[in-house]
């Protein structure tokens, strides 16, 4: 068995991967494989001509981020002992994948972990995905060191540091192999967005650890996929969040966390009209329609008695809304 797998997700994502493998190739040390999800653009063709020393997967339709994954991994299981799952819009640097597998191999009760995030195109700038690392306040909004919300911070040094966070950035994450598919990967169902901290929430419920660390580096391009402010990407961080929410709390902590929620969401949707963006609103009723259709086939998730774990997050005593836009606090030492 090898030690790890950089594994990159691919859909219509050839000027991506013009840009952005170069990179990748000239500072990484292990395997490169890349997972494409049926894509029309002439993706492959590129790859077979430019890069045929990295390993191609080829799905029949696209999945989406999560069945896109899932499918990959498991053509590859049992052959790495992590993989690093990485955006095709990264930019990496030197010798980043090795100090991070080096870390996993030195903290064997992580599961997950991911490097500092900055802005490809403002270098000085985290990255909205993930930034310096990633929290979940008490209604299950995540938030991060250096991005509360759409204000994002200068990187002035101060996150360089190794920490334990509640998830892991999807953009550039590490992850235990055996722990991924024991878990079964990520739920399929969310297709994009929520995904990793679903899946790091249920790690840490079964007793393990997920990392930050700020001493490697990574720059993210972000949007490639889905543009931060579509409906679309609305709709699904919604639907996803309330999904993720139910799987994961208590039947009771669900009821008050969703009754939040909804007031919340729902007056954003009634600000969306007002402004005549209803497009948007559309996308937060379609996220609760949806949601509650679902509702009853979605699987609480319940840890073996031997692993389950009470789990502590930084926002059980914090609500990052009232925080950022009534209290003003716009930056992570702040909270």
């Known amino acids: 068995m090898k030690s790890c797998a950089i594994v990159i997700l691919n859909y219509n ?11 990748v190739c000239m500072h990484s040390t292990f395997d490169v494989w890349v997972v494409d999800n049926s894509s029309t653009d002439a993706s492959l063709d590129f790859l077979t001509e430019h890069y045929p020393q990295i390993q191609q997967i080829k799905l029949s339709e696209n ?3 999560t069945g896109g994954y899932n499918q990959g991994l498991t053509r590859i299981r049992g052959q790495y002992d992590y993989y690093i799952l990485l955006n095709s819009d990264v930019e990496v640097t030197a010798a980043w994948d090795v100090n991070l597998i080096c870390w996993m191999e030195v903290h064997p009760e992580y599961a ?7 802005s490809w195109k403002e270098r000085d700038t ?8 990633g929290f979940l306040d008490a209604y299950g909004y995540p938030y991060c060191r250096g991005r509360i919300w759409d204000t994002i911070e200068k990187d002035r040094g101060i996150y360089n540091d190794t920490i334990d966070v509640d998830w892991s ?12 598919h024991e878990m079964s990967g990520f739920d399929s169902d969310f297709f994009a967005h929520m995904e990793e901290i679903d899946l790091c929430w249920r790690m840490r419920q079964s007793g ?5 660390n700020g001493t490697v580096t990574v720059y993210h391009l972000g949007g490639a996929t889905l543009d931060r402010a579509s409906p679309r990407k609305m709709y699904l961080n919604i639907r996803n969040s309330l999904s993720m929410v139910y ?3 208590r039947a009771w902590k669900f009821f008050w966390v969703f009754l939040v929620k909804s007031l919340l969401e729902h007056l954003a949707a009634i600000s969306f009209v007002i402004q ?6 559309k996308a937060i009723v379609d996220a609760y329609r949806d949601f509650k259709r679902k509702k009853n086939s979605i699987e609480k998730f319940c840890p073996r008695l031997d692993e389950r774990k009470e789990i502590k997050r930084r926002g059980n005593v914090n609500l990052i809304f009232w925080n950022w836009k009534i209290l003003g606090r716009k930056s992570f030492d702040q909270l």
Not at 112 to 118: G, H, T
Not at 276 to 281: P, T
């Open 247 to 249: 799987k994961n709390e």
């Open 126 to 133: 985290f990255d909205y995905a993930g930034a310096g690392g």
């Open 13 to 23: 994502g050839e000027e991506m991967l013009k840009t952005f493998l170069p990179s």
């Open 208 to 212: 393990w650890k997920i990392g930050y």
């Open 112 to 118: 997950a972990l991911q490097p500092k995030i900055l």
């Open 169 to 180: 950035s999807g953009a550039c994450m590490v992850v235990d192999a055996s722990v991924f």
């Open 276 to 281: 005549g963006k209803k497009e948007f609103s």
């Open 63 to 65: 999945f989406g981020y």
